[in-house]
């Protein structure tokens, strides 16, 4: 009798067991293990001559201004990508809301770069953007615009960089939005339209706030996402030219075999900030979203 | 108020026409009734008038000016949804004022509005809350509210309640006449229940496969049914319908038209069957009369007879119904109704 009470309380635990393993194995050990490495000076070739170090590697990390540089590098691509993901996915959503065979193919084109690797997205971005044979200098040329330096100016950089990743975004963000507006009851916007609501009215106080779940999801998303941006810097710029387009994660690369304790620092550093905006976020947005 | 007409009117979907060529004249004033089986265009027709479906040919007149090419927001109608599309991600009261927001109606008085309609509706503690949060027959009334606070000259509802329980309904049909009353606007009510319509109706009309079937007052509709889908749509149970003779002509009653008995009776038309089966209702009792050619409903106040039983069904003359080959009814001042009633009697069954 004794036992089935004990079993009847553990047997939760134990039901959970394996995945609670998983996630300790592959979640929280590898968190952890980060943070320790964050505190020592670590030597590759020999496990023995690593040495606890305190907050040493923090300490260097801000004091350098290439970090700082990443940081805000990464910053504004950050904002950059989410805002122009977000304002032209939700244009793309409302263009291609009304199902019909024409949207559905037109939907599926704009979907397509996201089933292909970043990695050769980069690459053909890289070769058209190249700014005296590449192909977008010389469409803006022969419409008679400016051209422009893209990637081999840090003035423009980054710009091209933000471009190539939303370029390859876009599709699968504005395919969410088409799906929670279709999801709207058209009777809403018929009881609008009875209600004399105009279209700015119809957008701002039924469309948005319906859709206001979706718009959040993507919001964090994206935001954790651009954080975290690397191999478009990687194949595209090697984070040039003069750190234009350094990011964290590209500084924390760089750092990989050299110093992989002062990585370790900027990776926890990273963890914090984006844990940091995702908690702000949802303090902030939560409340104005609607749940149906 | 307004009256509504269609003039020949078709509405079509991808090329298969659901309405066509439709004459409908609605008082101004009355609470008109479409009432009929599922998908038999009502709420297609509705939707002409509020201008969210608009008819593919015709014209639709309200207060005799042609509103086909004005806004649904612009005609000065109301519409209470099936579903009630009450707008999720407002309040209540942000529901009931929107449209009022949208006409440009001042602060004041849309608050002084919002709280008389909320008082009249019963939600005067509810404005705030969200309509997740309300029961639907709170949603019902939300719906309600947002449509009569834009004193619409048409009030158009679609299947109102049929999503509230039997009890509540009951109650919201009364509210509704007492609110027609009040309003002497004009309703347009829309339902596939013919008790509701019967109850509720100044002018029924019934539609089938978008052609209207009969136009009438209530009471006329029962006693005088113009067609047999009439017949047989109104009333619970339906109306008996059984041959008469070689040209087709049917012979119809009411369940309740007839008597019963273990004696033949000396009724104009007397019928021999056994009791198949029996409802009892409480007040009446509702039998199946079977002989041997077909069944027979009988709504009696007796509850004495028992199933297996032979019995006699009885109805006097003059609630006999005729109905032609092709369904139409045959007036009772014809010449031809001496005839079929002679008929009738010779269906006494020895
Ligand atoms: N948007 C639509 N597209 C195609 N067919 C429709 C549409 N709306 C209604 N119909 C068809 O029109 C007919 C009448 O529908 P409706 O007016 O909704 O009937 P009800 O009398 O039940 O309200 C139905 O056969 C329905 O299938
Ligand atoms: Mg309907």
């Not at chain 2, 099936?82 to 309040?91: E, K, L, R």
């Not at chain 2, 939600?123 to 834009?150: E, H, W």
């Not at chain 2, 048409?154 to 509230?164: K, Q, R, Y």
Request: aromatic share 10%.
């Amino acid at each position: 009798m004794r036992n089935h009470a004990l079993w009847e309380k553990l047997r939760p635990y134990v039901m959970i067991a394996p995945a609670m393993a998983g996630i300790v194995l592959f979640v929280v050990y590898p968190v952890l293990y980060l943070v320790r490495l964050s505190f020592y000076k670590y030597n590759l070739m020999n496990k023995a001559k690593s040495k606890f170090i305190g907050w040493d590697n923090y300490r260097k990390l801000f004091g350098n201004d290439d970090f700082y540089k990443s940081l805000v590098n990464t910053v504004w691509y950050t904002v950059g990508v989410v805002a122009l993901t977000m304002i032209l996915s939700l244009l793309i959503a409302l263009w291609l809301r009304r199902s019909s065979r024409w949207n559905a193919l037109v939907q599926a084109g704009i979907f397509t770069p996201h089933i292909v690797s970043i990695v050769s997205i980069a690459l053909l971005w890289l070769w058209m953007m190249e700014p005296s044979h590449g192909l977008l200098n010389y469409v803006l040329q022969s419409l008679g615009l400016p051209t422009s330096t893209w990637l081999q100016s840090s003035k423009t950089a980054l710009v091209s960089v933000i471009i190539v990743s939303v370029w390859h975004g876009i599709g699968y963000y504005a395919l969410i939005l088409v799906a929670a507006l279709q999801s709207i009851p058209p009777s809403i916007y018929e009881a609008a339209a009875l209600d004399n609501a105009g279209r700015f009215k119809l957008f701002f106080r039924i469309t948005l706030p319906l859709i206001s779940p979706q718009l959040f999801f993507v919001l964090v998303i994206m935001t954790i996402g651009s954080f975290k941006v690397f191999d478009t810097v990687q194949v595209m710029t090697d984070g040039g030219p003069n750190q234009a387009t350094s990011t964290i994660v590209y500084y924390i690369f760089r750092y990989r075999s050299t110093n992989i304790g002062y990585s370790s620092a900027t990776g926890v550093v990273l963890m914090l900030v984006v844990g940091a905006l995702t908690f702000l976020y949802f303090r902030l947005l939560s409340r104005k979203l609607h749940y149906q | 108020m307004a009256s509504i007409v269609f003039e020949q009117v078709t509405k079509s979907f991808d090329r298969t026409a659901i309405i066509r060529d439709l004459d409908l004249t609605i008082e101004d004033g009355k609470f008109t009734v479409l009432v009929g089986p599922s998908g038999c265009g009502k709420t297609t027709l509705l939707r002409m008038i509020a201008g969210i479906g608009p008819q593919t040919s015709g014209r639709v007149l309200i207060d005799g000016k042609d509103v086909s090419r004005v806004a649904p927001g612009q005609r000065g109608v109301a519409m209470v949804f099936q579903n009630y599309a009450i707008y999720p991600t407002m309040s209540v009261r942000e529901n009931i004022e929107f449209g009022l927001k949208n006409n440009k109606v001042p602060k004041e008085e849309r608050k002084r509005l919002v709280e008389s309609i909320g008082e009249t509706v019963g939600l005067s503690g509810l404005l705030d809350r969200k309509p997740s949060a309300l029961s639907g027959g709170q949603r019902q009334r939300v719906a309600l509210a947002r449509a009569m606070v834009k004193k619409p000259s048409v009030f158009l509802m679609d299947e109102p309640l049929s999503n509230l329980d039997a009890k509540l309904r009951v109650q919201m049909r009364v509210e509704l006449i007492e609110l027609h009353k009040k309003l002497g606007t004009t309703f347009v009510y829309v339902t596939h229940d013919q008790t509701e319509a019967m109850s509720m109706a100044d002018t029924i009309v019934l539609m089938n496969e978008g052609v209207i079937q009969q136009m009438s007052s209530p009471a006329e509709m029962y006693h005088r049914p113009a067609n047999r889908f009439a017949a047989e749509f109104i009333g619970l149970p339906p109306m008996n319908i059984a041959e008469l003779g070689p040209d087709g002509v049917q012979l119809g009653f009411r369940p309740e038209s007839a008597a019963l008995s273990e004696e033949p009776l000396d009724h104009h038309l007397c019928i021999r069957g056994v009791i198949a089966t029996r409802e009892m209702l409480g007040s009446e009792t509702i039998y199946q009369v079977r002989t041997d050619k077909q069944a027979y409903m009988v709504r009696s106040a007796e509850d004495r007879f028992e199933v297996d039983r032979p019995v006699y069904v009885g109805v006097p003359a003059e609630k006999l119904h005729f109905f032609g080959a092709d369904g139409r009814r045959i007036d009772e001042r014809s010449s031809d109704v001496r005839w079929y009633l002679e008929a009738a009697r010779g269906l006494v069954y020895a």
